[in-house]
């Protein structure tokens, strides 16, 4: 690829997240008490945009929010990460994207996400962006805007001879034409089994996993969480990667964080497997933060 104005595009969701400490997650019409609330600048292609910026990859944006407190308050959050937004729609009509994630104890979490305006985005003007920015050699998309804006992005990045990175969260069947066109698909366990349609509870199930997942035809990786990861690149032997043992305050931003480290490895020449054991010693810090520590803190390592 020729020389490009970034070093990761990221087209996605932009969702302001309204954070609440709880002792555990409520159970059907229980009403559970919480000891904390926050709000937190999220969606999971604004995660992966800042936090590629946060490690200084020259990093753009695509996406879309509302005319609203809250796409106020995204916007902001991108230009103080140096997130290039140009490309970030203001919607009059849908408002901006939310969630309400709900933080136990124990550190794991539940999430329920409102797209709002993430579905307000044109698939032809997503394409367009990619090419108005100059592009970059990767591209890094989800599964939170349709899928027709992720094949039409994907079209041009590959035309300018960009990789792929899909991080296919949450699961959903994905289309033909943008199964054949990512080179890389990130997932965790939960949705390697949904697209997969195996039981993935274990490395040894990741690696089974493999094949259903299109290891063919791209690299793959599954994320296991404390249980490391599993690393497939196409048509190769699969390595597992064990994960760096920390002390777990919060894993919500946890598979962004990793993203977001992954896309900058690959865009400086490392080798995938080299890049996402980077990448999860990254995520390894990220969960050992409290989320308010995590905006100001230094992910090198």
């Known amino acids: 690829m020729t020389l490009s104005s970034f070093d990761i595009i990221v087209c996605g969701s932009l969702h302001l997240d309204i954070m609440v400490d709880a002792p555990h997650l409520p159970r059907v019409d229980e009403t559970a008490v919480g000891s904390a609330w926050a709000y937190k600048?999220?969606?999971?292609?604004?995660?992966?945009?800042?936090?590629?910026?946060?490690l200084g990859a020259r990093t753009a944006m695509i996406g879309r929010v509302g005319q609203d407190d809250f796409g106020t308050r995204l916007l902001a959050h991108l230009d103080r990460a140096g997130v290039d937004r140009r490309e970030v729609g203001v919607d009059a009509q849908a408002g901006s994207g939310m969630s309400v994630a709900i933080v136990?104890?124990?550190?794991?979490?539940?999430?329920v996400i409102v797209?709002?305006?993430?579905?307000?985005?044109?698939?032809?003007d997503a394409g367009e962006a990619f090419e108005r920015l100059g592009g970059a050699p990767i591209l890094i998309l989800q599964n939170e805007v349709p899928d027709a804006v992720n094949v039409a992005i994907t079209r041009r990045a590959r035309n300018a001879g960009a990789r792929v990175i899909l991080n296919a969260a949450p699961a959903r069947p994905l289309s033909a034409d943008l199964d054949q066109a990512i080179d890389i698909l990130v997932v965790n366990r939960v949705e390697a089994g949904m697209l997969g349609?195996?039981?993935?509870?274990?490395?040894?199930?990741?690696?089974?996993?493999?094949?259903?997942?299109?290891?063919?035809?791209?690299?793959v990786i599954v994320t296991l969480g404390g249980g490391g990861l599993v690393v497939g690149p196409?048509?190769?032997?699969?390595?597992?990667?064990p994960a760096t043992p920390v002390s777990v305050v919060s894993t919500h931003g946890a598979g962004d964080c990793f993203i977001g480290a992954l896309g900058i490895?690959?865009?400086?020449?490392?080798?995938?497997?080299a890049a996402a054991a980077k990448a999860s010693q990254i995520a390894a810090r990220f969960v050992s933060l409290p989320e308010a520590a995590r905006d100001a803190a230094d992910f090198s390592v």
């Open 115 to 124: 797209s709002g305006s993430n579905l307000a985005i044109h698939p032809d």
């Open 265 to 273: 490895g690959l865009a400086r020449g490392a080798a995938l497997e």
């Open 234 to 241: 196409k048509g190769q032997k699969a390595q597992f990667i």
């Open 41 to 54: 600048c999220g969606g999971k292609g604004g995660n992966q945009a800042v936090m590629s910026a946060k």
């Open 197 to 219: 349609g195996l039981g993935v509870n274990s490395a040894e199930d990741a690696v089974a996993s493999l094949p259903a997942l299109g290891q063919d035809r791209r690299d």
């Open 104 to 111: 136990e104890t124990s550190g794991d979490y539940g999430a």
